[in-house]
């Protein structure tokens, strides 16, 4: 058994090495064809674009890893039943449990591999591949907004540290480093009526939960005793070189905010709904996030159980260009019934972990349904 796991193995690993590359090598020449166009605007050159695409690459890896574990696994077994090895394993007292425990073990290290590219290669290269070319071309991250940044937070009591009030803040330009610029901070109590103005031409994060603001003008309403409307007598107005600016904002929470949520890793993606819940804020949209990333890796495990039935199928039942093929089919089906569940889910307000389950449910259901078809034919 032992032989023969590493002899699966071997096999599995390599076609789908081989379908990885080829699938990257695809994405990287369409990915630089896009690029073609940046090429000689500023200081963007050729190798700018090559180090661009090249720090893309680990988020493809990880979308397409349940796809290529499947055509690989498709592959190989396809090639077995050609051969007639798989008969062979099959009259050496192979049973299909022990090729479905054979195959799930083979399996978990690519779930490994997937869990690690998702959680910690492909977020950082993507964070590195924006900024890189955010500093190449001199931009800021004000040009994808047309009004700038917004974020929601909520203002404590510096003594009791109760939430007394909600806070906006809108930031016209960020730096690549984290600086931001042109940040405007505005302050309501818990009826919502504004109390502080704050203007600054820029803040900087010194330490955890304080920022430091320069060139401040700050205008504070205070309410008037009489039908709460304000007098011009109590609107207080002043100028500062510096202040400080209290807040549970953080460089990372901005950074979350401009960042494609399937792209986050599982811990941005908890801190970050942890944040829109303490604020009253809708969170779903990043919980199915979360659970999508959590789950994942299992679809890797469930593709190359849907893989085993063709195992079965004799050389006469098509040839391996076809299933292969079927394979390339059943693999962008399930990448498209995952981004539909997604959304859907959102719209139906479906529990975030439900909504991520049901998409490897359904296939491992139809994994389960061929099994049981090949076994009984």
Same mark, same amino acid.
């Given at each position: ?47 700018? &674009? ?16 349940? *796809? ?24 050496? #007292? ?13 399996? &978990? ?7 690690? /590219? ?17 500093? *190449?071309?001199?931009? #800021? ?88 409307? /304000? ?11 510096? #202040?400080?600016?209290? #807040?549970? *904002? ?38 199915? &996030?979360?659970?999508?990333? /959590? /789950? ?82």
């Amino acid at each position: 058994m032992k032989t023969l796991r590493r002899y699966f193995a071997g096999e599995i690993y390599r076609s789908s090495l081989f379908v990885m590359v080829a699938f990257l090598a695809l994405f990287a020449f369409f990915d630089l064809m896009g690029e073609l166009g940046s090429i000689g605007r500023g200081p963007y050159r050729l190798e700018h &674009a090559f180090i661009y695409v090249a720090a893309g690459l680990p988020s493809y890896a990880y979308e397409l890893m349940p *796809i290529v574990a499947l055509i690989g696994t498709i592959y190989v077994m396809a090639q077995f039943a050609s051969r007639s090895e798989f008969t062979v394993m099959r009259a050496s #007292s192979l049973s299909m449990a022990r090729a479905l425990l054979l195959l799930a073990r083979i399996a &978990a290290v690519l779930a490994v591999i997937t869990f690690v /590219l998702g959680e910690f290669v492909a977020p950082k290269a993507n964070d590195f591949r924006q900024q890189f070319k955010r500093r *190449i071309e001199g931009a #800021s991250l004000s040009a994808e907004f047309r009004t700038g940044l917004w974020a929601k937070d909520v203002v404590r009591d510096s003594v009791t540290g109760k939430v007394i009030g909600s806070r906006f803040i809108n930031a016209s330009k960020i730096d690549p480093g984290g600086l931001v610029r042109s940040i405007s901070v505005f302050e309501f109590d818990e009826h919502m009526r504004m109390r502080t103005r704050i203007a600054a031409e820029r803040a900087e994060y010194v330490e955890p939960g304080v920022w430091r603001l320069s060139a401040v003008d700050e205008i504070n309403l205070i309410p008037s005793d009489t039908m709460n409307r /304000l007098r011009p007598e109590l609107i207080k107005r002043r100028n500062v070189a510096t #202040s400080t600016l209290h #807040s549970d *904002i953080t460089p990372e929470i901005l950074s979350v905010l401009m960042a494609d949520p399937k792209r986050m890793s599982a811990l941005d993606l908890v801190q970050f709904s942890r944040h829109l819940q303490q604020n009253n804020q809708r969170s779903e949209q990043y919980e199915i &996030a979360l659970w999508t990333k /959590l /789950l994942y890796p299992v679809a890797v495990i469930v593709m190359m159980v849907l893989a085993l039935p063709f195992a079965y199928m004799h050389a006469r039942s098509g040839g391996l260009s076809l299933k292969v093929f079927i394979g390339i089919m059943i693999g962008m089906g399930f990448h498209l019934v995952n981004n539909l569940f997604s959304h859907i889910g959102l719209l139906n307000t479906w529990p975030p972990l439900a909504t991520a389950a049901l998409p490897s449910i359904l296939f491992l259901l139809a994994a389960i349904s061929a099994l049981w078809w090949v076994e009984r034919h």
